[in-house]
């Protein structure tokens, strides 16, 4: 398993902190001083240095579309912008919550659709002018 380094604890970076300022250079020393076919990829030092060169590279932007293709896949993306087009009196938290329910109850066989998405949005928060007629 493959984690983020930018997502550990306040812990593990005053951890690391502490290695990198206290025993930093005599690692460097010491990882330096073997000849080249008798550095090892478990030197300490090693692992310090590619650590400190992950921070200082910035996270590569998740490509979806190219992950996707390597994959052999598809798949249709919403977003709150698109509920917030055809309910614009909805928050974020309510678009929101209206996407998660479309992909709840969606139905392969007619697919994400506006109509999908206009039918849950009404009913999860009818429209204002909906429940004035209703009066």
């Not at 493959?2 to 990882?31: N, P």
């Not at 478990?42 to 932007?61: D, F, N, Q």
């Not at 109509?115 to 909906?130: G, I, N, Q, S």
Request: glycine share 2%.
């Amino acid at each position: 398993m493959t984690h983020d380094i930018r997502t550990f604890s306040k812990d593990f970076w005053q951890a690391l902190e502490h290695v990198l300022e206290h025993y930093w250079k005599d690692e460097r020393d010491d990882f330096c001083s073997e000849p080249n076919h008798k550095r090892s990829l478990y030197h300490i030092y090693y692992s310090l240095r590619t650590i400190r060169r992950a921070l200082r590279k910035p996270p590569k932007p998740l490509d979806l579309h190219a992950l996707l293709a390597s994959r052999k896949q598809v798949a249709i993306v919403g977003s709150i912008t698109d509920v917030r087009e055809l309910r614009p009196d909805l928050t974020d938290e309510e678009s929101w919550g209206v996407l998660v329910q479309c992909s709840d109850v969606h139905d392969c066989n007619y697919g994400f659709t506006w109509e999908l998405l206009k039918a849950v949005a009404d009913d999860m928060y009818p429209a204002p002018d909906e429940t004035e007629e209703g009066k």
